[in-house]
């Protein structure tokens, strides 16, 4: 099956990429696995109960939770990315649409993202360079869409000193390209 | 000559001696220097031409506020026009030039302006240049052109890099003086996140140049002291060489930060400059106040300057600006000047104090400042031998930020200056001298009690340091009543009073008439030393009041910024972020020729060995499609996944077409139109599922249609249950098209897919390879037997790998949009060219697909009269009677014979390909009335490209009319 296509990363190599640029380190993420959640029309309490059963978090406005299997963030009224770990959730969107029912709305988002995280023992430096997210002023699971380089991504804050940006793929070279002039200037 | 001008005292480091050339000619002075204090230092005056009479000029502030002293920085990708050398940070190396003159700066050719005067008096050209008509735009504007204007551009490409960022704070403080700083501290040590902005790259405003007294403390050391505090302040940040620009809506501050301006290159990677976007909750501007000075004859010459200026020079930089200085003065503050100076050891020849009856009248000296002469109260008339002049007319409050919502400053007698009025941005709150509080002390508490206020502390605050409260006394004397030589008020634009009163003269009476008629206010420094006396002599002649004749708006930027700094990183092969397809590694690889769609780089055509000309591959990989099987990357396509119980409803409402009758595992070639009946988008839409949909876009619509169909869930049907996401780059996807498209994707896919298992227009999912999962369609833009195939994105590039290796036996090449198009074409299918924004499905020979049955976004407005005509435009096909004749897109159509005028026009070319299988040019086109019009002949002409070429009206279906092969 898949062994037989060699897979690409969405920077264009055979592994996925670290590069450190000062005291920041940008690391391809290669391992997680990406779907969307969306409620359907008034059910959501019937996906709050089967969320809870699949071990889904369902997380406020702005905010990630972490989980087991699945860690979640919020990204529009009734909707969340999950993110699992690809190689036992490679088919993501099915498990999901297995435990949720027709409560939800899942779609495949895995390889419609390129997946950073991101380093340093402080980003905002970083960050405040790029984006208009308040870093250092937002707590850890702080996560929003936000636009970096005329690019629509995703921040989480995990920490003062770590964040996972989802990028459009396409565009992976462009994004690492503006964070790593963005580190240079900033540190 | 080496700093003949420096005196004792001082914030520069003497330890230290930089070297640089003003013209060419080597200087030195020290750190803590400007470009102007370290001229002035070294006895250096002269340092620009005016505007337009090429006066003599050296600076008349010491601060962003200059009007004269504009020079050149540096050479080169870096030299930069205009700069102030009064702000300009001394470093080693510093290659200055004058600018606005010709040969020298000495003698400069284009003074003879100045003894022409009479002839350039404001307004001349607007009288003078109106005849003949045809010369304006070649003669007379080019001349006034290379004489006017101020520095010029290099024309070599700028190789510094500029930053864009975003801040965020619970109080912006703008200006670090007194009131600034205070206001910072109680903000600070209160722990609220505080950025305090200066442009100077010493914080400590006027305390820097002053020697008044801080709670004990010189006034510098105070400062210094509060600044060493906040900077050990984790929720403090201190930004000098920082200049806020502009107050925009929400609390959202401009700022530029001058990060390598002090260096004589960046360090690499770091930016010269970063434009900031601020997001405050709160913001103080502790701006400060503007020495203005007193209009009288000759009141230019270099060595005339602002008292305090002058001061600041002798206190902050250790520079006299003369051997024997005089102070003009209406207020107190000048009389400040003359105490610091003698203090100083400089001979200070005479203090003429306005509120006396005396008055500076005229002076004399052509490259600088040699005498004045004084009339006193009692009328006598003396000549006092000075080289340089203090002028204080009083202080004007820095209202510019305040006023960017268009906020009018009230006036305040008092000081005699305009003051913030009340309506300023929300949540921007004005302190000391800015808000009229000119004495040190007042600023002190009117920063801490703005910080407080803001912010709503309710804490301890830190006690007020002791600190000088003098009244402001002052008699306001705007220009001196002599003579009728000129008394310039807006030194950059070479203004004076006569120009004021011509603007009366002649009724351009209200402000903002007398600006665009005098110039008075524009340009680099905006009026900030000119605007208030200018206005002051309009009331005057007017007999109104200041606050009636009222001021003009203020403007960001507060201080000109580098088109650089607003440009950011976005430049070059920068200047936007591009997009790259899972089969571009494995495109660059054969070389081939990508074109931009978007941020897209799509293959354009892939050049095989010995293909010299572009058409050769276009003609080849087109032939070999059509011959066997050609394979095109479509990633590009925008898909957009659709879920819901309403999902099909949905597409009703927002197709002119049908869907939710559509089988599950079918698609529909659907269109789109606009809320006016015109066609917005069309593509391809599966049903995956009962209540799942994927639609594709087109390229270019691919994030409107999203927007617009959010838009039409969120807002017009709130109440469907429909969920949307877009997947355009969750999938690779590839079209495989020609007689032998099934052969080959059947040594991939591991499912039945043979025309009884999976026929036209079939859509499902399958799996490739042995299990990976996969999406196929069975769609068609080229006319040949064809899919779509998709994968995960990350499988990309290898499944294009893989199909071309697997179907080597059917010899498949790859295509590019270029050979898509011609495709397309040759099939009659719409694309960009057809889908222009003003034609509907009828026009497109597509009208039977606007069902009546169901309403939907654009089906009504689409039957309007005037859309529906029958001989309105329809699709046709065109081809070249002669087939070597040429036809170009844009063409219009005329009948043969008939004149090339707008009315014999019956529409135009919409697209244009060679095709290789008609052998020669064909087009699409909107012909009126053009159903009616296959199989006659008509004209394509093109003015603007010269071709006027006999062409058939053809069907636009050049290929395969039947569709026979798609469905083989």
């Given at each position: 099956?898949?062994?037989?296509?060699?897979a690409?990363?969405?920077l264009?190599?055979n592994?996925?990429?670290?590069?450190?640029?000062g005291?920041v380190?940008?690391?391809?993420?290669?391992?997680?696995?990406?779907?969307?959640?969306?409620?359907r029309?008034?059910?959501?309490?019937?996906?709050?109960?089967?969320?809870?059963?699949?071990?889904?978090?369902?997380?406020?406005?702005?905010?990630f939770?972490?989980?087991t299997p699945?860690?979640?963030y919020?990204?529009?009224?009734?909707m969340?990315?999950?993110?699992a770990?690809?190689?036992?959730h490679?088919?993501?969107a099915?498990?999901?649409?297995?435990?949720?029912?027709?409560?939800?709305?899942?779609?495949?988002?895995?390889?419609a993202w390129?997946?950073?995280?991101?380093?340093?023992?402080?980003?905002?430096?970083?960050?405040?360079?790029?984006?208009?997210?308040d870093?250092?002023?937002?707590?850890?699971?702080?996560?929003?869409?936000?636009?970096?380089?005329?690019?629509?991504?995703?921040?989480i804050?995990?920490?003062p000193?770590?964040?996972r940006?989802?990028g459009?793929?396409?565009?992976?070279?462009?994004?690492?390209?503006?964070?790593?002039?963005?580190a240079m200037?900033a540190? | 000559?080496?700093?003949?001008?420096?005196?004792?005292?001082?914030?520069?480091?003497?330890?230290?001696?930089?070297?640089?050339?003003?013209?060419?000619?080597?200087?030195?002075?020290?750190?803590?220097?400007?470009l102007?204090?370290?001229?002035?230092a070294?006895?250096?005056?002269?340092?620009?031409?005016?505007?337009?009479?090429?006066?003599p000029?050296?600076?008349?502030?010491?601060?962003s506020?200059?009007?004269?002293?504009?020079?050149?920085?540096?050479?080169?990708?870096?030299?930069e026009?205009?700069?102030?050398?009064?702000?300009?940070?001394?470093?080693?190396?510093?290659?200055?030039?004058?600018?606005n003159r010709?040969?020298?700066?000495?003698?400069?050719?284009?003074s003879?302006n100045?003894?022409?005067?009479?002839?350039f008096?404001a307004?001349?050209?607007?009288?003078?240049?109106?005849?003949?008509?045809?010369?304006?735009?070649?003669?007379y504007?080019?001349?006034?052109?290379?004489?006017?204007?101020?520095?010029?551009?290099?024309?070599?490409?700028?190789?510094?890099?500029?930053?864009?960022?975003?801040?965020?704070?619970?109080l912006?403080?703008?200006g670090?003086?007194?009131?600034?700083?205070?206001?910072?501290?109680t903000a600070?040590?209160?722990?609220?996140?505080?950025?305090?902005?200066?442009?100077d790259?010493?914080l400590?405003?006027?305390?820097?140049?002053?020697?008044?007294?801080?709670?004990?403390?010189?006034g510098?050391?105070?400062?210094?002291?509060?600044?060493?505090?906040?900077?050990t302040?984790?929720?403090?940040?201190l930004?000098?060489?920082?200049?806020?620009?502009?107050?925009?809506?929400?609390?959202?501050?401009?700022?530029?930060?001058?990060?390598?301006?002090?260096?004589?290159?960046?360090?690499?990677?770091?930016?010269?400059q970063?434009?900031?976007?601020?997001?405050?909750?709160?913001?103080?501007?502790?701006?400060?106040?503007?020495?203005?000075?007193?209009?009288?004859?000759?009141?230019?010459?270099?060595?005339?300057?602002?008292?305090?200026a002058?001061?600041?020079?002798?206190n902050?930089?250790g520079?006299?600006a003369?051997?024997?200085?005089?102070v003009?003065?209406n207020?107190?503050d000048g009389?400040?000047?003359?105490?610091?100076?003698?203090?100083?050891?400089?001979?200070?020849?005479?203090?003429?104090?306005?509120?006396?009856?005396?008055?500076?009248?005229?002076?004399?000296?052509?490259?600088?400042?040699?005498?004045?002469r004084?009339?006193?109260?009692?009328?006598?008339?003396?000549?006092?031998?000075v080289?340089?002049?203090?002028?204080s007319g009083?202080?004007?409050p820095?209202?510019?930020?305040?006023?960017?919502?268009?906020?009018?400053?009230?006036?305040?007698a008092?000081?005699?200056?305009?003051?913030?009025?009340?309506?300023?941005p929300?949540?921007?709150?004005?302190?000391?001298?800015?808000?009229g509080f000119?004495?040190?002390?007042?600023?002190?508490?009117?920063?801490?009690?703005?910080?407080?206020?803001?912010?709503?502390?309710?804490?301890?605050?830190?006690?007020?340091?002791?600190a000088?409260?003098?009244?402001?006394?002052?008699?306001?004397?705007?220009?001196?009543?002599?003579?009728?030589?000129?008394?310039?008020?807006?030194?950059?634009?070479d203004?004076?009073?006569?120009?004021v009163k011509?603007?009366?003269?002649?009724?351009?009476?209200?402000?903002?008439?007398?600006?665009?008629?005098?110039?008075?206010?524009?340009?680099?420094?905006?009026?900030?030393?000119?605007?208030v006396?200018?206005?002051?002599?309009?009331?005057?002649l007017?007999?109104?009041?200041?606050?009636?004749?009222?001021?003009t708006i203020?403007?960001?930027?507060?201080?000109p910024?580098?088109m650089?700094?607003?440009?950011?990183?976005?430049?070059?092969?920068d200047?936007k972020?591009?997009?790259?397809?899972?089969?571009?590694?494995?495109?660059?690889?054969?070389?081939?020729v990508?074109v931009?769609?978007?941020?897209?780089?799509?293959?354009?055509?892939?050049?095989k060995?010995g293909?010299?000309e572009?058409?050769?591959?276009?003609?080849?990989?087109?032939?070999?499609?059509?011959?066997s099987?050609?394979?095109?990357?479509?990633?590009?396509?925008?898909?957009i996944?659709?879920?819901?119980t309403d999902?099909g409803?949905?597409?009703?409402?927002?197709?002119?077409?049908?869907f939710?009758?559509?089988?599950?595992g079918k698609c529909?070639?659907?269109?789109?139109?606009?809320?006016?009946?015109?066609?917005?988008?069309?593509?391809?839409?599966?049903r995956?599922?009962?209540?799942?949909?994927?639609?594709?876009?087109t390229?270019?619509?691919?994030?409107?249609?999203?927007?617009?169909?959010?838009?039409?869930?969120?807002?017009l049907?709130?109440?469907?249950?429909?969920?949307?996401?877009s997947?355009?780059e969750?999938w690779?996807q590839?079209?495989?098209?020609?007689?032998?498209?099934?052969?080959?994707l059947?040594?991939?896919v591991?499912?039945?897919?043979?025309?009884?298992?999976?026929?036209?227009m079939?859509a499902?999912?399958?799996t490739?390879?042995?299990?990976l999962?996969a999406?196929?369609?069975?769609?068609?833009?080229?006319?040949?037997?064809?899919?779509?195939i998709?994968?995960?994105?990350?499988?990309g590039d290898?499944?294009?790998?893989?199909?071309l290796?697997?179907g080597?036996?059917?010899?498949?090449?790859?295509?590019g949009t270029?050979a898509?198009?011609?495709?397309?074409?040759?099939k009659?299918?719409?694309?960009?060219?057809?889908l222009?924004?003003?034609?509907?499905?009828?026009?497109?020979?597509?009208?039977?697909?606007?069902?009546?049955?169901?309403?939907?976004?654009?089906?009504?407005?689409?039957?309007?009269?005037?859309?529906?005509?029958p001989?309105?435009y329809?699709?046709?096909?065109?081809?070249?009677?002669?087939?070597?004749?040429r036809?170009?897109?844009?063409?219009?159509?005329?009948a043969?014979?008939?004149?090339?005028?707008a009315?014999?026009?019956?529409?135009?070319?919409?697209?244009?390909?060679?095709?290789?299988?008609?052998?020669c040019?064909?087009?699409?086109?909107?012909?009126?009335?053009?159903?009616?019009?296959i199989?006659?002949?008509?004209?394509?002409?093109?003015?603007v490209g010269?071709?006027?070429?006999?062409?058939e009206?053809?069907?636009?279906?050049?290929?395969?009319?039947?569709g026979?092969r798609?469905?083989?």
């Amino acid at each position: 099956m898949a062994e037989m296509l060699k897979a690409m990363t969405a920077l264009g190599a055979n592994e996925p990429v670290s590069v450190t640029v000062g005291p920041v380190t940008v690391t391809e993420r290669f391992d997680v696995a990406l779907a969307s959640v969306a409620a359907r029309r008034g059910r959501m309490a019937e996906l709050g109960a089967a969320a809870k059963v699949a071990g889904l978090p369902l997380p406020g406005p702005a905010r990630f939770l972490a989980g087991t299997p699945y860690s979640t963030y919020w990204v529009a009224p009734e909707m969340w990315f999950v993110e699992a770990d690809l190689a036992s959730h490679e088919m993501i969107a099915t498990t999901l649409k297995d435990a949720l029912g027709d409560a939800a709305s899942v779609t495949e988002q895995t390889d419609a993202w390129v997946c950073l995280d991101l380093a340093a023992p402080d980003l905002a430096p970083l960050l405040e360079r790029l984006c208009n997210v308040d870093f250092s002023g937002v707590p850890d699971g702080h996560a929003t869409r936000t636009m970096l380089e005329h690019l629509g991504c995703y921040l989480i804050k995990h920490g003062p000193g770590a964040a996972r940006l989802y990028g459009p793929r396409s565009s992976a070279k462009s994004l690492l390209h503006a964070l790593e002039v963005a580190a240079m200037s900033a540190f | 000559m080496t700093q003949s001008h420096r005196i004792a005292g001082g914030q520069i480091d003497r330890s230290k001696t930089l070297r640089f050339t003003f013209d060419g000619i080597p200087y030195q002075g020290h750190p803590g220097d400007t470009l102007a204090s370290a001229l002035l230092a070294n006895g250096v005056r002269l340092m620009g031409r005016s505007f337009k009479y090429h006066r003599p000029r050296g600076p008349l502030s010491a601060g962003s506020e200059e009007p004269n002293a504009l020079v050149e920085l540096r050479t080169g990708g870096r030299q930069e026009p205009n700069t102030r050398a009064t702000v300009a940070e001394l470093f080693d190396g510093l290659e200055a030039n004058s600018q606005n003159r010709w040969p020298s700066l000495r003698f400069d050719a284009l003074s003879i302006n100045d003894r022409l005067n009479t002839f350039f008096a404001a307004g001349f050209y607007y009288k003078t240049f109106m005849w003949p008509k045809a010369f304006w735009e070649k003669v007379y504007e080019p001349i006034i052109r290379r004489a006017a204007g101020l520095g010029s551009v290099s024309r070599e490409e700028d190789p510094d890099a500029y930053d864009k960022g975003f801040l965020h704070c619970d109080l912006l403080v703008i200006g670090a003086g007194p009131a600034g700083l205070m206001a910072a501290l109680t903000a600070g040590r209160a722990g609220k996140r505080v950025i305090l902005a200066d442009e100077d790259f010493a914080l400590g405003g006027r305390l820097n140049a002053e020697t008044l007294t801080v709670g004990g403390a010189a006034g510098g050391d105070w400062a210094a002291g509060v600044v060493a505090e906040l900077a050990t302040l984790a929720n403090v940040r201190l930004m000098a060489r920082t200049t806020v620009i502009g107050a925009f809506d929400h609390g959202i501050y401009g700022a530029v930060e001058r990060v390598s301006d002090h260096l004589a290159v960046p360090v690499i990677g770091k930016p010269r400059q970063v434009l900031w976007r601020i997001y405050s909750k709160r913001a103080i501007l502790a701006a400060g106040a503007i020495e203005r000075p007193i209009a009288f004859e000759n009141n230019d010459r270099p060595g005339i300057m602002l008292a305090g200026a002058l001061r600041a020079y002798a206190n902050r930089w250790g520079v006299k600006a003369g051997e024997r200085v005089a102070v003009f003065t209406n207020n107190d503050d000048g009389l400040r000047t003359a105490a610091d100076l003698k203090s100083k050891g400089v001979e200070v020849a005479a203090v003429i104090d306005g509120r006396d009856g005396a008055e500076v009248i005229d002076t004399s000296g052509r490259l600088g400042l040699k005498s004045i002469r004084v009339r006193h109260s009692n009328g006598r008339i003396e000549d006092i031998r000075v080289d340089a002049l203090g002028v204080s007319g009083g202080w004007n409050p820095n209202v510019n930020i305040h006023s960017h919502h268009r906020s009018r400053p009230v006036w305040d007698a008092a000081i005699a200056g305009f003051v913030p009025g009340n309506d300023g941005p929300p949540g921007l709150v004005v302190a000391g001298a800015a808000a009229g509080f000119l004495s040190t002390h007042g600023a002190l508490r009117t920063g801490r009690d703005a910080a407080i206020a803001a912010l709503g502390l309710t804490g301890a605050a830190p006690d007020l340091p002791e600190a000088e409260d003098a009244p402001v006394c002052i008699t306001p004397l705007w220009h001196v009543n002599h003579g009728k030589g000129r008394a310039w008020i807006d030194q950059q634009n070479d203004v004076t009073v006569k120009d004021v009163k011509l603007a009366k003269q002649e009724n351009f009476t209200s402000v903002e008439h007398m600006k665009r008629y005098t110039t008075l206010g524009m340009a680099t420094d905006q009026g900030k030393t000119g605007n208030v006396i200018g206005l002051a002599v309009m009331a005057e002649l007017t007999g109104r009041s200041i606050p009636e004749t009222g001021t003009t708006i203020y403007r960001p930027p507060y201080t000109p910024v580098a088109m650089g700094a607003l440009a950011g990183r976005s430049r070059g092969k920068d200047f936007k972020p591009y997009r790259l397809t899972p089969s571009h590694h494995w495109a660059t690889e054969q070389g081939a020729v990508f074109v931009e769609v978007g941020n897209w780089l799509r293959t354009q055509w892939v050049p095989k060995a010995g293909e010299t000309e572009w058409r050769q591959s276009v003609d080849r990989e087109v032939l070999a499609t059509r011959k066997s099987v050609g394979i095109c990357d479509v990633t590009t396509l925008g898909k957009i996944d659709i879920q819901g119980t309403d999902a099909g409803a949905f597409l009703d409402r927002v197709y002119a077409n049908t869907f939710s009758t559509l089988a599950v595992g079918k698609c529909r070639y659907g269109l789109m139109l606009r809320e006016d009946g015109i066609v917005y988008d069309d593509g391809t839409t599966a049903r995956m599922g009962e209540h799942e949909y994927v639609m594709t876009t087109t390229t270019a619509n691919a994030v409107t249609v999203f927007r617009h169909l959010e838009f039409c869930r969120q807002c017009l049907w709130p109440d469907m249950d429909v969920q949307l996401i877009s997947t355009t780059e969750a999938w690779a996807q590839f079209s495989v098209a020609g007689p032998n498209a099934r052969k080959l994707l059947e040594k991939l896919v591991d499912q039945d897919i043979s025309d009884a298992a999976f026929p036209y227009m079939g859509a499902g999912n399958v799996t490739v390879c042995g299990g990976l999962r996969a999406r196929l369609f069975r769609i068609s833009f080229s006319g040949e037997l064809a899919y779509e195939i998709a994968v995960p994105t990350r499988y990309g590039d290898a499944l294009l790998r893989e199909m071309l290796a697997r179907g080597a036996e059917y010899e498949p090449i790859v295509y590019g949009t270029e050979a898509l198009g011609v495709m397309r074409i040759e099939k009659g299918h719409v694309a960009g060219g057809e889908l222009n924004g003003q034609s509907t499905a009828l026009h497109m020979g597509l009208g039977k697909m606007v069902s009546k049955k169901k309403d939907s976004i654009g089906m009504v407005l689409s039957q309007r009269e005037g859309l529906a005509d029958p001989d309105g435009y329809r699709l046709v096909g065109v081809k070249p009677v002669d087939p070597n004749g040429r036809l170009t897109a844009g063409s219009h159509f005329l009948a043969i014979g008939a004149a090339p005028v707008a009315a014999n026009d019956g529409g135009w070319l919409t697209s244009k390909v060679y095709s290789p299988h008609i052998g020669c040019d064909i087009a699409l086109g909107y012909l009126k009335g053009g159903n009616a019009k296959i199989g006659s002949r008509m004209r394509a002409v093109n003015l603007v490209g010269g071709t006027d070429t006999e062409v058939e009206i053809v069907s636009p279906h050049f290929f395969d009319p039947d569709g026979e092969r798609l469905r083989g």
